[in-house]
């Protein structure tokens, strides 16, 4: 980086610099709050999807695969090409994307035109952590660590809110307005972006690589289109449809892994597939986003499918997992420097499979108060190992800390598409869907156990980095 584009983004004096450098850490963290609102919001509103849109359930659960799948995407290409071109055109492109992507998704008729919208809404979200990351370590320098770790702060936030808003929406006035919500929040993001975030340096540029993008983006897409096939009704294993789709996100993956292996600048580097470090760390946060991020988005459904309770409790269940993880990711994020990665990872991934625990076994109290309390302690799981997990993958590259985040985001989010895909299509196909879901529950507790024992294996560190 030459000293002009260092004078840019670092101010000559520090009181100001500090000053800046917060201003700016505050304009990118709207933009993370935005999207984590809304992988969260929808899923107190399936059930008025279902009602309004007539779709299944395994159908209307796109509308939280579909944005997982478009955030996959995102996320490495956008670390990429932040590089390339700077993290605030991208970071302000991103915003404009979402925020019309938003409006039209308030807008949409039936199901088809409520998820192409929400598949670039998600283009748009899937975007703001890989070029928010690169932003804030370029303000933050030694501090770095620490700044990236308090992101995971503002994540549950969008979390304790989005549940909170799904829920007055959908019972005050309309799931749309889950959508319309971003419109008036994302045109004040592109203003302050452009106001007060200074632009950053930029690396040389190289080729997009599209065959790596459309051969990841079928994969997944196609497994999804099986797996939710085979959940619309009475439909055997030995579907042509399900069989085909599945081969077809087969080979799709295997030329995939083959493209990035041999490929001159392929979307995600093999060696950030299998290197030292990054085999395991992927391993860990693909069954991470399946167990957090992807079943916990589907537990408002769970509430009121096997609890009954309205769509405005059930919501507040994921407030309960948010205010779990604010409570603890601060200090866990402060705290890296002397504890090191694993440990915290470990503390947390059992919290978390505990809380999963809880919430499969019948309430001993209320149904509520049973179920917010498990919410709470997956939020406590979630707030002890995220800034770790975070890190631990950010540290094996620090000179590519966009294009970790988006890697980091993309198995995460994969692992989310697994989870709401499978069991959205189990749901579908079962007269106690309540039950299923405690059963699927404690699958992920078994797989949370799996890689807390592989935690080990994740290279060590202690002060920055």
């Known amino acids: 980086m030459s000293a002009t584009d260092e004078a840019s983004i670092v101010p ?16 990118v963290s709207i933009g993370l709050f935005m999207a984590s609102i809304d992988q969260t919001i929808v899923a107190t509103a399936l059930p008025a999807l279902e009602h309004d849109l007539h779709a299944g359930i395994n159908w209307s659960g796109w509308t939280i695969t579909i944005y997982a799948l478009g955030q996959v995407i995102a996320m490495p290409m956008a670390g990429k090409i932040s590089d390339m071109y700077g993290r605030k055109k991208v970071f302000g492109v991103s915003a404009a994307v979402f925020t019309l992507a938003s409006l039209c998704c308030g807008f949409a008729h039936n199901m088809l035109l409520l998820l192409l919208p929400r598949f670039i809404q998600a283009l748009g979200g899937g975007a703001f952590m890989p070029s928010a990351t690169g932003i804030v370590s370029d303000h933050f320098g030694p501090e770095r660590d620490r700044a990236v770790g308090m992101f995971t702060s503002i994540l549950p936030v969008g979390g304790i809110v989005g549940p909170i808003i799904g829920g007055v929406f959908v019972s005050y006035w309309s799931w749309r307005g889950i959508f319309l919500v971003n419109v008036p929040i994302g045109i004040l993001l592109i203003a302050l972006t452009i106001k007060f975030i200074p632009a950053s340096a930029k690396r040389p540029a190289s080729r997009i690589d599209l065959p790596g993008i459309i051969l990841l983006a079928v994969g997944i897409a196609a497994s999804m289109f099986g797996i939710t096939y085979l959940g619309s009704g009475a439909i055997p294993l030995y579907s042509p449809v399900f069989i085909v789709s599945e081969a077809a996100a087969a080979i799709a993956l295997v030329f995939f892994v083959r493209h990035s292996r041999t490929a001159a600048a392929p979307f995600v580097p093999y060696r950030l597939l299998r290197g030292r470090g990054f085999g395991i760390m992927n391993l860990i946060n693909l069954v991470y986003g399946a167990a957090a991020l992807g079943f916990a988005a589907l537990v408002p459904l769970y509430a009121q499918d096997r609890y009954h309770l309205d769509a405005l409790g059930s919501g507040t269940l994921l407030t309960a997992r948010g205010v779990g993880m604010i409570a603890v990711a601060g200090l866990a994020a402060m705290a890296l420097r002397r504890t090191g990665y694993r440990l915290p990872m470990v503390a947390g991934f059992t919290a978390l499979a505990g809380g999963l625990l809880m919430m499969s076994f019948p309430a001993a109290l209320s149904p509520y108060v049973w179920l917010a309390i498990a919410a709470g302690l997956t939020g406590i799981g979630m707030g ?11 540290q094996l590259a620090p000179d590519q800390v966009a294009a970790i985040a988006g890697l980091r985001g993309m198995f995460r989010q994969s692992g989310a598409i697994i989870a709401v895909s499978i069991t959205t299509a189990v749901i579908a196909r079962s007269s106690r869907p309540g039950l299923v879901q405690a059963q699927v529950f404690i699958i992920f507790v078994v797989l949370l156990l799996i890689i807390t024992a592989l935690v080990r294996l994740v290279p060590d560190h202690r002060g920055n980095w």
């Not at 004096?13 to 304009?27: K, Q």
């Open 12 to 27: 000559a004096d520090p009181p100001r610099a500090l000053e800046r450098r917060w201003l700016v850490f505050a304009i």
């Open 384 to 394: 002890l190992s995220v800034p770790a997990a975070n890190n631990a993958s950010l």
